[in-house]
């Protein structure tokens, strides 16, 4: 037997024994307990401290609707804070620790507040700490933060984890109690799809807690039954330790399965995994939970919600105290004592605030009808109450039950609110609710047992109806009606000492006064006020209590009164199931360029481009810094010939009779008169006459075109070239595919371009200048006979070429490239040596081409065509687009060759004041230029055409730097393109 | 012959591995050509594919077997199909298929385009719910349905070949990351 | 949410990319008189109702087709799905 | 009642039994000056600044369900001045000038906590970016510090500098962003505008405008018709739907934005993160719970709730900027109703119709714009002119190509 406080019976596995730690201390439970069952086992009492007044708590439910119970579970990078002890199954070599004080749990410092409570009542922190000023954020609110939330995080990284799925079903069945597995039955037997899902580790719901019978035998072996026969449906799936946490649109539920939490470890596999479940019906069949009374004292560790007391009795077979009294204004109160009696557990005491006769049979209880517990005693725990009649009762744990709320949670997600049902003095499910959702059992009001297991199979059965599916006919499982009588009873009006509502955030009925008293009288002010219901366990146990106080002040009803919304999650859900396996180098995927491998085999630097790698620089030998690299790179290329992987550039291939018409409508500058093998540079507009991508497209035949874009904008382009051709001109015979990733493509450029060409372009393909002149493109036979086509394009300013094969090709072609270039010196290049030498020639690229640039603020004012319909041509004529002191695009030099400039600067005029109104545009793009010896940068300046010559400041505040630069035309090398097309 | 050869380099590298149940192999070999139809060239492209690979023309979202070259026609879009098969010269797959249909269709090769994974074996389905939202059941995705999708941010062609057989074909460029997807989800499930 | 394609069936939302108000399709002549307003008038000022809205969707991550999906944005309800290139040449796009 | 720490203590001594309503629950009268449609923390604080900085008290705010229950009651509460155009940063930077000052000014204390902001970048393109953007505040007067991978590492150890997929290269800090009790400021708000005779007037809806011959002399309400002078409306997600009833069209979308609570846990997170390469962004409350979100859904709705998708999307990107939240749990998810325009940039405008003004398109950045947008805006309807700060803030910017857009997304609500 483990611990003091173990009864017989019950369905823990007696046969073998698990040790466990809480707060250090060695203790020992059974297979079948909770952490909180086999803490009650052993008599501990106390386990934690409240948030605000640091208050001694004790276990206060047995399920997850626990504000008390709450531990840091597990070690290290695995500790798990707020983990409630009342749904932790226990495993052997489980550690658990308290939270939530400072000192020991028994002498906590900050219990210091509970002394000064009077002054930390609702909203006492926006009345002051305003004085001095300072003072604010340098002492309280460091003082305040210090004290904030409950338990801590690792602080390292979470060494778990975790995975999704995708379920399909026909119904899908939230709780496996009476009314649930009634309904699986019947839906089962019928043949239909059905996922029958449970928070709890043992199916069955309050059946594994109660002594009622089905079918003539004891509930929990019906339970245990129905559940062997669902397991061996195969279109039936059976989810334990699983919580629907929300719902979402057209029937989609998330669902938390706990995979390896009743573990030592997860040694591998996903610790928890996050369902998506498509059901075309669901039944709420998610029960109710009990609701306590308000009265003085009765946060003490040992107050208990009555029915938990008789699940631990019953289910796990543990006495929750030696002598234990019951406080309750139901019939199902009374159960509690009956069953606690019948375990042997002394019922010292039984006080109903109904005046009436007794609804049970309690041997030795002192039975007072129409009492009130007006106070406890006991410092870590319950030592006895006193009664409104001045009796004083010795006990160790009293059992309250103020009735008990259907949990109606997600019948709300979707905006519904639930509504006040005077016979059940309740909320239940209203109008509103998630479209295809049917509520069965205690979660609809219907509290007994046989009326449970009627509706859950009366659900099921209409369920399947309206999907023109057959559920099993016949008659639902049988049990007798028992009692559930209740009369309504919120808080002992003649407490003496404070009454709790909300345990976890200390919220007592006078704080509920004292908001109405300050006019927070709808319930948000209420809750956002008081902070009422706004704990870890989202106010399950709290708010119908503070709701119908605040009625009471008010002179409302409770229907009036109205109720706060219930969102997702139903029970909180760890960040990092809802993320899966979306984090480190698997957040997102990595795109590789064909040449990856080869470049990473020379050395070669990557960087992130997209969600591509690409080469950004391939340091040598003796190189120690990337300058060093990148400037050998250029010199390399301009001086002799470099090869670039450029396969990212997104590729687009298009045909179709109207083809030519629709690119000349895509792009803004002309397209109706490019010819076939020609090439030609195209300018993009969104509609709003903004600039927003730039490429080349070639013209490989009458009816075939192949587009090229920018490697951020290829997927973005797809999509709009789509919509222009099924939504705007869907008479065009035009048709698009992607071809980015079919095509390794590799930009060949500098002088001796074309001799390297030469050796690998198959001899029958005549690309002399005069043959292959600039803006020229065909399909040419590569090394043999490969395919391949061949552009003659240059973005380096170089005479250049791209070339491109077949990506299976790609890797072999660029070690032939380098091979046939070995006699000139050929250099790899990557994309920093691409953007020195475009900045070099002034090309826009993403810098420039950021969304909030015209064409004409580029240069490109005269690549929008006028005389045709074209994306964005009209809009691009708004007057403050095309003001004469608009911004330029120009270049800019240090007047000082020495100092290097940096992207982000502003421009300012000499000696101007460094404030907003005398901003005059800013540094786009900077580059070392290895030709001129110096830096050179892009940038938009006012009316930078007409400044040609002029010097202003380049101002970099946030760096602390103030450069004197010179405008200067876009293009620094080779103004008139003499070297691409020799 | 010219100085330099190129030789080919399938994206998984010719991967094939078992876990308990399940197999995973690149599906190495196959051709893969779109196939647009010209507006209002639908009956010409039925008359052709019947010519060209003897099969009718599939409705989107179904694949169905040609009757040479073990082609297999996918409906991928309205008015766009893939043509996967066992081109006599992969370097001239585009040329097979135009020679095949004619003017009735415009073709883009697409053969380089995708990683193409065979998964296949009992747990199959187990494996794929950690990844594929679509519905895998018989009765919803029986053999003959083929569907473009996303498992874990990667688009994906799921087809229906077999009981317990499936090809997945996802862009060349992230196969690796495919591939590690793919293979979590199986060895999750499998042991 | 599941959007119910019209030659697909129920796809689930992450296979799709929206662009919005449909009112997209019917875009202005450049010619006409006063283009310049037609044209800001079409692009700023879309239909944005508490109620049914018709809006385009794009299959990115399917069949690559453009729907006109019309959703009730007070409750997320969809009550009807089309293949946008039919909605646009009922409303009289061609060339 | 004046608040301070002698009043608690006084009241503690008492049984907390003498406090007095924060607010009066006056009945409309027929007419005032102004009228203002909605009582969110702009429609507040419009109010607060009519009264205090204007003398103009005549004013009634109608609220159609309970003060502060639009955005400033549902929102990640963050605050900060780190915008980067011309149109946006001086208002901005007004703003955080005026949540500075706040608690004095209003006897109330909101907790405005400046514990700094940093946005992290990933590239050099966000470098360059994040470096013209401090520029662009510092030269408006803000605070902007660039800050390299080391100094992140050095304040937040806690990121993923190992096992990234798009290292951290460093971050853009404002030292003077942080946070505010969002709830707060609607109270502190309303209770100043209350204590200065402005009528605050709960559950009672306009449903529409009365105006004749294009003057606006009225609203509509589910209490009857009110009339006033000034109609001001500033009902955020709303707005399409309200200045409906005056036949406008508006360059606004009503979007959900998703956000998130975790559970109450010691102090983890210092001021606000913001991750350069996802949708993430955390901060941390003085409770102890998690705040965080990302981006909206990107669909129209007024429904306050968003799905699966985007919630999973925001998770991913936490858990690849900061792994060792895993273990937190996510307590509460609401989605807010957001008033997207088409450049991502608000209005603060006289409409076509005389006496009636706009006030909205605040996207998912209305609760740090508050203080000035109810500054501004009191300025605007009390003086007939914009006020300096705010004077790009105008409905007609599309028709002039003078769009206000951070982000270069276009003329795409969803993308802003």
Not at chain 1, 260 to 283: C, E, F, M, V
Not at chain 4, 107 to 113: R, W
Not at chain 4, 183 to 207: F, H, K, M, P, S
Request: with cysteine.
């Amino acid at each position: 037997m483990s611990g003091p406080f173990r009864l017989d019976g019950g369905a823990v596995d007696r046969s073998r024994t698990l040790a466990f730690r809480f707060d250090g201390r060695s203790l020992t439970g059974h297979p079948g307990d909770t952490l909180a069952s086999a803490l009650l086992a052993n008599g501990v009492r106390l386990v934690g401290r409240s948030f605000k007044y640091h208050r001694p708590r004790g276990v206060f439910t047995a399920g997850s609707e626990e504000p008390n119970a709450l531990v840091e579970l597990r070690s290290d990078a695995h500790r798990e804070p707020n983990t409630r002890a009342t749904v932790t199954e226990l495993f052997d070599g489980l550690e658990a620790w308290s939270q939530n004080y400072r000192g020991s749990l028994r002498r906590d410092l900050l219990a210091v507040n509970d002394l000064i409570a009077p002054f930390l009542s609702a909203g006492f922190y926006y009345k002051t700490f305003m004085w001095p000023k300072s003072f604010w954020e340098k002492v309280y609110e460091p003082a305040i933060r210090a004290s904030a939330g409950l338990g801590r995080l690792s602080g390292e990284a979470d060494p778990d984890s975790y995975d999704k799925g995708f379920l399909h079903c026909d119904l899908l069945i939230v709780g496996a109690g009476p009314a649930g597995l009634a309904a699986a039955l019947a839906a089962g037997r019928g043949g239909a799809r059905v996922i029958l899902a449970d928070e709890d580790f043992v199916m069955g719901g309050r059946l594994t807690a109660e002594t009622h019978e089905v079918n003539g035998r004891s509930g929990a072996d019906w339970a245990a039954e129905a559940v062997r026969e669902l397991a061996s449906m195969d279109r039936v799936r059976l989810l334990p330790r699983t919580t629907v946490t929300g719902a979402w649109d057209h029937g989609i539920y998330g669902a938390l399965e706990r995979r390896t939490d009743h573990l030592a470890g997860s040694n591998g596999k996903p610790r928890q995994i996050l369902w998506r479940i498509y059901s075309r019906r669901a039944i709420l069949a998610a029960g109710a939970t009990e609701r306590p009374i308000a009265f003085g004292g009765n946060d003490r560790p040992g107050v208990m919600l009555a029915g938990a007391v008789r699940a631990y009795a019953n289910r796990f077979a543990v006495g929750a105290g030696k002598r234990v009294g019951l406080f309750t204004n139901n019939d199902d109160g009374w159960r509690t004592a009956a069953d606690l009696a019948r375990k042997g557990v002394s019922v010292a005491a039984v006080i109903d605030v109904r005046d009436r006769e007794p609804a049970a049979e309690v041997p030795g209880a002192r039975i007072v009808t129409g009492g009130r517990v007006t106070a406890t005693r006991g410092r870590h725990g319950l030592k006895g109450v006193t009664l409104a009649n001045g009796e004083r009762l010795a006990l160790d744990c009293l059992a309250v039950s103020g009735g008990w709320n259907p949990n109606v949670h997600l019948t709300c997600h979707h905006g519904g609110r639930p509504v006040w049902r005077e016979e059940i003095a309740a909320f239940a499910p209203g109008d509103g609710r998630p479209g295809g959702m049917a509520v069965a059992g205690a979660a609809g009001g219907a509290f007994t047992t046989a009326a449970a297991l009627a509706e859950g199979h009366r659900a099921a059965v209409e369920a399947l109806g309206g999907l023109g599916l057959s559920a099993a006919a016949g008659e639902p499982p049988g049990a007798s009606d028992e009692a559930v009588e209740a009369a309504p009873f919120w808080h002992v009006r003649e407490s003496r000492g404070r009454a709790w509502l909300d345990l976890q955030n200390d919220v007592t009925v006078k704080d509920v006064e004292q908001a109405h008293r300050e006019g927070f009288r709808s319930v948000e002010h209420l809750k956002r006020y008081t902070t009422l219901g706004m704990a870890t366990d989202q106010g399950k146990t709290a708010n119908v209590g503070a709701l119908a106080i605040m009625a009471e002040q008010t002179g409302r009803s409770i229907a009036e009164t109205g109720t706060t919304m219930f969102r997702p999650p139903y029970t909180p859900v760890p960040i990092g199931a809802f993320a899966g396996r979306s984090r480190g180098r698997e957040f997102q995927p990595s795109r590789l360029t064909p040449s990856h491998d080869w470049a990473a085999r020379r050395g070669a630097v990557f960087v992130e481009a997209g969600l591509w790698l690409r080469a950004q620089w391939f340091p040598q030998a003796g190189e120690t810094h990337w300058r060093q690299s990148v400037d050998r790179e250029v010199r390399q290329t301009r001086g002799s010939v470099g090869i670039c992987d450029v396969t990212t550039l997104g590729k687009i291939d298009i045909q179709g009779r109207d083809a030519q018409e629709f690119l000349n409508r895509i792009y803004s500058n002309g397209f109706a008169t490019l010819a076939v093998g020609k090439v030609r540079y195209g300018l993009m507009l969104r509609e709003d006459g903004m600039a927003y991508d730039d490429g080349t497209t070639a013209r490989l035949g009458e009816t075939h075109f192949v587009m090229t874009t920018t490697t951020v904008n290829a997927v973005l382009v797809f999509r709009n070239m789509e919509f222009a051709r099924q939504c705007l001109w869907p008479g065009l015979d035009v048709h698009l595919i992607s071809a980015t990733e079919q095509w390794a493509q590799f930009a060949v450029a500098g002088p001796n371009s074309r001799a390297l060409l030469r050796k690998v372009v198959d001899p029958e393909h005549d690309i002399s200048n005069e043959a292959f002149p600039f803006m020229a493109c065909g399909e040419v036979g590569v090394c043999g006979g490969a395919p391949g086509r061949l552009f003659r394009i240059s973005f380096s300013g170089e005479l250049a070429y791209e070339v491109a094969v077949p990506a299976r090709y790609g890797e072999a072609l660029m070690e032939a490239l380098m091979a046939a270039g070995e006699e000139f010196g050929a250099v790899a290049y990557g994309t920093e040596a691409l953007g020195v030498m475009r900045v070099e020639k002034g090309h826009a690229a993403a810098n420039e081409l950021n969304g909030q640039t015209t064409a004409r603020m580029l240069g490109m004012q005269r690549m929008v065509s006028k005389r045709k319909d074209c994306i964005g041509n009209v809009l691009s004529e708004r007057p403050e687009m095309n003001r004469g002191d608009g911004l330029e695009l120009m270049g800019f030099r240090p007047v000082d060759r020495s100092e290097p400039l940096a992207a982000g600067a502003h421009f300012l005029a000499p000696g101007a004041e460094a404030v907003t109104e005398n901003d005059e545009g800013w540094m786009t793009s900077v580059a070392w230029s290895p030709e001129l010896g110096h830096s050179i940068g892009l940038g938009f300046i006012r009316n930078g055409h007409a400044r040609i010559g002029e010097t202003v400041r380049a101002w970099d505040g946030v760096r602390g730097r103030d450069v004197a630069v010179e405008i200067v035309p876009a293009h620094f090398l080779d103004p008139d393109g003499e070297r691409l097309r020799g | 012959m010219a100085e330099f050869a190129l030789t080919a380099r399938t994206p998984l590298d010719g991967y094939d591995r078992t876990f308990g149940g399940v197999t995973l192999a690149e599906a190495a070999g196959l051709s893969l050509v779109s196939a647009a139809v010209p507006q209002g060239g639908d009956d010409a492209f039925a008359a052709a594919l019947a010519e060209g690979f003897g099969a009718s023309r599939p409705s989107t979202g179904e694949w169905v077997p040609g009757d040479r070259l073990g082609a297999r026609i996918l409906g991928m879009q309205p008015d766009q199909l893939f043509i996967l098969f066992e081109a006599p010269d992969p370097d001239r797959a585009a040329e097979a298929v135009s020679a095949a249909l004619g003017p009735a269709a415009y073709v883009t090769d697409q053969s380089d385009s995708w990683a193409m994974l065979r998964i296949a074996g009992r747990g199959v389905r187990a494996a794929l719910e950690r990844l594929c939202m679509l519905d895998l059941d018989d009765a919803a995705f029986p053999e003959g349905r083929v569907a473009r999708t996303v498992m874990e941010h990667l688009a994906v062609i799921i087809l229906r070949d077999g009981a317990d057989g499936f090809l997945l074909m996802s862009p060349r460029s992230s196969a690796r990351s495919f591939l590690h997807a793919v293979e979590q989800s199986v060895a999750t499930v499998s042991g | 949410m599941l959007i119910d394609h019209p030659l697909l069936g129920p796809r689930d939302e992450a296979e799709f990319v929206i662009l919005g108000d449909a009112g997209l399709i019917d875009r202005p002549d450049w010619q006409a008189e006063d283009a310049a307003q037609l044209f800001h008038d079409y692009l700023h000022l879309r239909d944005n109702p508490a109620g049914e809205h018709r809006e385009l969707w794009f299959h990115e991550q399917g069949d690559r087709s453009w729907l006109v999906v019309t959703r009730n944005t007070l409750t997320h309800e969809i009550v009807r799905v089309e293949l946008a290139r039919d909605v646009a040449i009922a409303r009289g796009r061609d060339r | 009642m004046r608040y301070s720490a002698l009043q608690i203590l006084r009241q503690g001594l008492t049984g907390n039994r003498g406090w007095k309503p924060v607010w009066r629950e006056p009945e409309p009268k027929p007419h005032y000056d102004i009228v203002i449609v909605g009582g969110g923390g702009h429609g507040l604080a419009t109010a607060y600044y009519l009264a205090a900085r204007h003398g103009l008290t005549n004013v009634a705010v109608l609220e159609k369900g309970w003060l502060g229950s639009g955005n400033v009651g549902r929102n990640t509460t963050i605050v900060r001045s780190n915008y980067l155009l011309p149109g946006n940063e001086p208002f901005y930077e007004l703003s955080m000038k005026l949540w500075e000052g706040l608690e004095q000014d209003l006897n109330y204390n909101a907790m405005v906590s400046q514990r700094g902001i940093i946005n992290l970048y990933h590239s050099d393109g966000q470098r360059d970016a994040a470096a013209r953007r401090g520029n662009a505040m510092i030269l408006a007067g803000a605070d902007a510090v660039l800050l390299d991978r080391e100094a992140v590492r050095k304040k937040c150890p806690f990121l993923d500098f190992d096992n990234e997929r798009f290292p951290i290269m460093g971050g853009l800090w404002q030292p003077r962003g942080g946070t505010v009790r969002h709830d707060a400021v609607a109270w502190g708000y309303a209770r100043g505008a209350d204590r200065q005779g402005v009528d605050l007037i709960q559950n009672c809806e306009v449903t529409g405008f009365d105006i004749r011959s294009g003057v606006c002399r009225g609203v509509e309400t589910a209490r009857g018709t009110i009339g006033a002078d000034r109609v001001a409306v500033c009902v955020a997600g709303s707005s399409g739907r309200v200045m409906g009833y005056a036949g406008l069209r508006l360059p606004i979308e009503s979007h959900v934005l998703q956000a998130f609570v975790s559970e109450g846990l010691k102090p983890a997170i210092p001021g606000v993160l913001t991750f350069g390469a996802g949708h993430f962004y955390i901060s941390q409350s003085d409770k102890g719970g998690l705040v965080f979100g990302g981006d909206i859904d990107g669909y129209n709705s007024y429904a306050q709730r968003g799905n699966l998708p985007a919630l999973e999307h925001v998770c991913e990107g936490g858990m690849a900027l900061m792994p060792m939240i895993g273990r937190a749990r996510v307590l509460r998810i609401w989605g807010g109703l957001v008033d997207m325009s088409m450049d991502g940039s608000p209005f603060i405008d006289r409409t076509p119709i005389d006496g009636l003004f706009f006030n909205g398109g605040w996207n998912y950045g209305g609760f740090k714009a508050t203080p000035a947008s109810g500054y501004c805006y009191a300025h605007l309807i009390a003086t007939g002119a914009p006020h300096p700060v705010a004077a790009e803030m105008r409905l007609d910017r599309f028709e002039r190509g003078a769009p206000i857009d951070e982000r270069g997304a276009g003329a795409q609500p969803n993308l802003h």
